[in-house]
């Protein structure tokens, strides 16, 4: 079962930016946290991810809360291209290629006009 | 680089039929996911290969589902016979470290 619990869906208007959130209190100390975001009819994307520090790229930056408990993924300026489902993913396993990507039901990132 | 291969993209096929969908992983891609995607849900794992070997299967159906990963490279899932509750997105996914996985874009598949 996916560690995650996110809301289903979130609205942002274009050009601002867009905070969705995650929470993943029963995370272990070694345990990953990764969004992906899928797009209609396309394969899961990566985006970003990170262990307890924040981290940032040229697609997003990923907070997470000193206690690891939650984290929000945040979308700088948001366009309607950003519409997707975006996971957020707990990585699960005892090490190299034990790891999985255990999928929650993920966040319906609307971007309106 | 390339990325992971999948067909066909679209199949369509009668209940009690057979089907089987092909994955290319991205090259030197060690570990092999697929997943199985109902609509309105994410993605549920099915079967992981580490190279040619099974790391986990314990939520693949196993008396209709079958995979096999000859050689450590390609992979097939195979179902049979289909049921109309395996109408999904088949999605296979690679990873060389753990660290960075790649999805394909998955092969839709229709029961009727």
């Known amino acids: 079962d996916a560690k995650t619990t996110q809301p289903p869906s979130m609205d942002c208007a274009e050009g601002r930016a867009a905070n969705l959130p995650c929470n993943h209190s029963?995370?272990?100390?070694?345990?990953?946290v990764y969004w992906y975001r899928q797009i209609h009819s396309q394969g899961p994307q990566y985006i970003i991810h990170?262990?307890?520090n924040n981290e940032t790229n040229e697609m997003a930056s990923l907070i997470i809360t000193e206690d690891r408990k939650s984290s929000t993924l945040i979308l700088p300026h948001a366009t309607l291209r950003d519409t997707a489902v975006y996971y957020c993913?707990?990585?699960?396993?005892?090490?190299?290629?034990?790891?999985?990507?255990?999928f929650g039901k993920g966040t319906l990132l609307t971007v309106n006009p | 680089e390339a990325g992971v291969a999948q067909s066909p993209r679209y199949k369509i096929i009668e209940k009690r039929q057979s089907v089987a969908f092909w994955c290319n992983p991205i090259?030197?891609?060690?570990?092999l996911y697929w997943y199985q995607q109902i609509l309105g849900q994410g993605p549920k794992l099915l079967i992981q290969?580490?190279?040619?070997?099974?790391?986990?299967d314990s939520q693949l159906p196993k008396d209709r589902f079958s995979a096999e990963r000859l050689k450590g490279v390609d992979s097939t899932l195979k179902i049979q016979p289909a049921k109309l509750e395996d109408s999904a997105v088949y999605l296979c996914?690679?990873?060389?470290?753990?660290?960075?996985?790649?999805f394909g874009s998955g092969t839709r598949l229709t029961v009727v």
């Open positions: 090259s030197g891609h060690a570990t």
């Open positions: 990170g262990l307890k």
């Open positions: 993913i707990v990585r699960v396993g005892s090490g190299g290629s034990n790891y999985k990507l255990t």
């Open positions: 290969f580490q190279n040619n070997g099974v790391v986990d």
């Open positions: 029963t995370i272990s100390g070694n345990e990953y």
């Open positions: 996914a690679s990873s060389s470290d753990g660290y960075g996985y790649t």
